[in-house]
């Protein structure tokens, strides 16, 4: 037989090359998940008259009303507060998204998943990218609290205005830092999505857990309350205070979030946080390439 003829060997379905493919053959389709993404967004608010900026206004009352009662209630200045509790809530929003709409993401996408010749990686980009649409919409917030306190946050400031707390170095080039963040974070949303809607498709108690689980995640995270604070408490309280706050870090979230919202408010920022991020990036990688190849093609049926 000439070497025209020959036969192209056949990829075996279990490979990480055939989960690759899928992946790579995602991306191509772009323009089909991102106008899905965007049709999404166009679908929650056809009826609304001022459309998708009901996301912004959502966002800015959140914060402001966080930003306020979190002032009262601890001493804080708002005009230092405020900024990072708006930045950690846009952050939150976005990890929230791709945990909790991820985890059901080939649920809701059965009747495409059932009639549509595409990769399964397919909806899991529409997933994470409408997160991005949405957090591009809730940086108009960050960007009217960075007009309103720049004056408060552009110079070396304190969140907790205490002896020993620390001093941030305030807003600078580091700024651009926030950019690979945010990269960085995206990743992370793209191997999340793919993991738990796996996961939850085959098993649909899974999605419930997250969603009640995730609220205790929230109040663990650094959102609507800062680090600085809790230093602060456990330089009053001393001793045993100090446990309370390694357990803490011990939550990803909080160092995936610091990675971007610390550049944007000039907050100091440790080398361990993008140590952390790095190496759950790799880790949560590697999981969901293992899922994708073993599980990819039983998605369909599962739905």
């Not at 899928?22 to 999404?40: C, G, K, N, T, V």
């Not at 446990?243 to 920022?269: C, T």
Request: net charge positive; charged share 10%.
């Amino acid at each position: 037989m000439s070497a025209s003829t020959e036969m192209t060997p056949l990829v075996p379905p279990k490979s990480f090359r055939r989960a690759f493919q899928d992946l790579l053959s995602a991306l191509r389709a772009r323009e089909l998940w991102a106008h899905l993404a965007w049709q999404d967004i166009k679908q929650r608010y056809r009826r609304s008259t001022i459309g998708p900026l009901w996301i912004t206004i959502g966002m800015a009352v959140t914060a402001l009303a966080l930003g306020v009662v979190n002032s009262a209630l601890f001493g804080t200045s708002i005009s230092t507060l405020l900024p990072s509790i708006t930045t950690g809530l846009i952050l939150w929003n976005f990890i929230n998204g791709c945990i909790v709409e991820g985890s059901e993401t080939f649920i809701a996408n059965e009747g495409l998943i059932k009639q549509l010749p595409a990769p399964v990686t397919v909806y899991a980009f529409r997933t994470v990218w409408r997160q991005v649409l949405y957090f591009a919409h809730n940086m108009g917030v960050y960007v009217l609290v960075l007009v309103v306190f720049f004056g408060s946050i552009s110079h070396p400031y304190h969140v907790v205005d205490r002896p020993g707390t620390v001093l941030h170095p305030g807003l600078g080039w580091g700024m651009l830092m926030a950019l690979p963040a945010l990269l960085v974070i995206m990743l992370n949303g793209t191997w999340v999505v793919l993991l738990f809607g796996v996961i939850a498709t085959r098993f649909r108690d899974v999605p419930p857990v997250i969603q009640s689980f995730i609220t205790m995640l929230f109040y663990a995270t650094p959102i609507m309350w800062s680090m600085d604070q809790v230093l602060a408490a456990n330089q009053d309280n001393a001793g045993p205070g100090s446990v309370g706050v390694d357990v803490l870090k011990l939550n990803p979230i909080y160092h995936f979030v610091e990675i971007i919202r610390a550049p944007l408010v000039g907050q100091a920022q440790s080398w361990t946080h993008w140590v952390v991020a790095g190496g759950v990036t790799v880790v949560g990688w590697a999981l969901a390439l293992i899922v994708l190849r073993n599980y990819r093609a039983r998605v369909a049926y599962w739905v």
